[in-house]
């Protein structure tokens, strides 16, 4: 474990590390090789850069770390779709990464913070606390550990959610600027459409990111349609109520023309009855929206259980007759805790999960 490690390089842009470059006397197109040799041929290592000289590569070495993660425990979903790897961070912190291959998709599930201040209940990663919040070179360097992967095979990743550990709009800087990272054209340029960023709610950031007109999507955390049972299940809604959350999401929808998706863990005999639909299609009208329920995953600290196939299915029917699109989700990576809400684990604890 390092305490005082040297800057990491998935933290700096493009322009950073020009600006590195130049004070080193190196001329500007070394800049970009290093960067292409980052975020295309997925190098990891100095040694690697052989297209530069060997000062410079040996400069490079005593400058900057070139890996900021450390993989530990893999764990494969019995269906073999899900994999869920341990990430060990610099100061002995964890946090965990989730690919999921299905719809002939590659979707990462990454997170941006260690650990999470929201304490949703019915939330692992909100049961173990917060603990820091990830640099964007950490939230980077995510994507390139699964990309080098699926570059074995001839694989590429396609599509990037924001709901790993953490609230990502709680690290807002870092997580947009990470985005930007793998965003950059002359790099890994994946566009802002494949990724998704999932928020409780924190409205400041809603507005600031509408403000912003990115292509990114948008989801929110919604699970429960009145205020007194969003906020036994998500303390933050007592900061930010349904009401205002909602006009949020109005203003957003119109500064940007983007549809929100609303996310929905259906808890049975708490947020999936018929009733709970009608009023949620209430609150939803007009809006352009698209609503994503999935029965929740079991976490040890929370005794809620999933609703049954027949009560999501009726949730939807409601939902759909009100004219809000609406899609079942099919839980995934249950059996090894890589499912939404699932992902725990602490490095520093005696009995981690992993
Ligand atoms: S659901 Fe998301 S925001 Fe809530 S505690 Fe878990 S990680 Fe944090």
């Known amino acids: 474990m390092s305490?005082?490690?040297?800057?990491?390089?998935?933290?700096?842009?493009?322009?950073?590390?020009?600006?590195?470059?130049?004070?080193?006397?190196?001329?500007?197109?070394?800049?970009?090789q290093i960067w292409q040799g980052l975020y295309i041929q997925l190098w990891n290592t100095p040694e690697q850069f052989t297209n530069l000289p060997l000062p410079l590569r040996d400069r490079l070495a005593t400058s900057f770390r070139f890996s900021g993660l450390t993989p530990g425990a893999v764990l494969q979903s019995s269906d073999g779709e899900t994999?869920?790897?341990?990430?060990t961070l610099?100061?002995?912190?964890?946090i965990e990464a989730v690919l999921m291959r299905y719809d002939e998709r590659n979707t990462l599930c990454i997170s941006s913070q260690a650990g999470c201040a929201m304490g949703c209940v019915f939330c692992a990663t909100g049961q173990m606390g917060f603990?820091?919040?990830?640099?964007?070179?950490e939230i980077v360097e995510q994507v390139l550990y699964y990309a080098r992967k699926l570059k074995q095979t001839d694989e590429r990743v396609t599509n990037i959610v924001l709901m790993g550990m953490g609230e990502p709009f709680h690290n807002y800087e870092a997580t947009i600027a990470a985005i930007d990272r793998l965003n950059h054209p002359?790099?890994?340029?994946?566009g802002e459409r494949r990724f998704t960023i999932s928020t409780v709610g924190l409205i400041p950031f809603i507005q600031r990111f509408a403000?912003?007109?990115?292509?990114?999507?948008?989801?929110?955390?919604?699970?429960?349609?009145?205020?007194?049972?969003?906020?036994?299940?998500?303390?933050?809604?007592?900061?930010y109520p349904i009401s205002e959350l909602l006009i949020a999401c109005r203003d957003y929808v119109e500064q940007t023309g983007r549809r929100i998706t609303f996310e929905w863990a259906l808890i049975n005999g708490v947020n999936d009855t018929p009733e709970t639909a009608h009023q949620l299609a209430n609150l939803l009208k007009g809006l352009?929206?698209?609503?994503?329920?999935?029965?929740?995953?079991?976490?040890?600290?929370f005794a809620g259980q999933?609703?049954?196939?027949?009560?999501?299915?009726?949730f939807k029917t409601i939902l759909e007759k009100s004219g809000i699109p609406c899609t079942i989700r099919i839980r995934r990576g249950i059996d090894i805790q890589a499912g939404c809400g699932q992902l725990a684990t602490d490095a520093n604890q005696s009995n981690p999960v992993l």
């Open 306 to 314: 999933a609703t049954t196939r027949t009560r999501a299915e009726a």
């Open 90 to 94: 610099h100061d002995g912190r964890a």
């Open 3 to 32: 305490t005082n490690p040297l800057p990491l390089i998935y933290d700096l842009s493009l322009e950073d590390l020009t600006q590195t470059l130049q004070t080193w006397g190196e001329p500007a197109y070394r800049a970009l």
């Open 83 to 87: 994999i869920k790897t341990l990430l």
């Open 131 to 137: 603990k820091r919040h990830l640099t964007s070179g």
């Open 288 to 301: 352009l929206c698209h609503v994503n329920v999935i029965p929740l995953n079991p976490t040890q600290k």
């Open 186 to 190: 002359q790099g890994a340029n994946l």
């Open 211 to 239: 403000s912003e007109k990115r292509q990114i999507n948008l989801a929110i955390s919604l699970h429960a349609a009145t205020d007194e049972e969003r906020s036994n299940l998500l303390p933050v809604n007592k900061r």
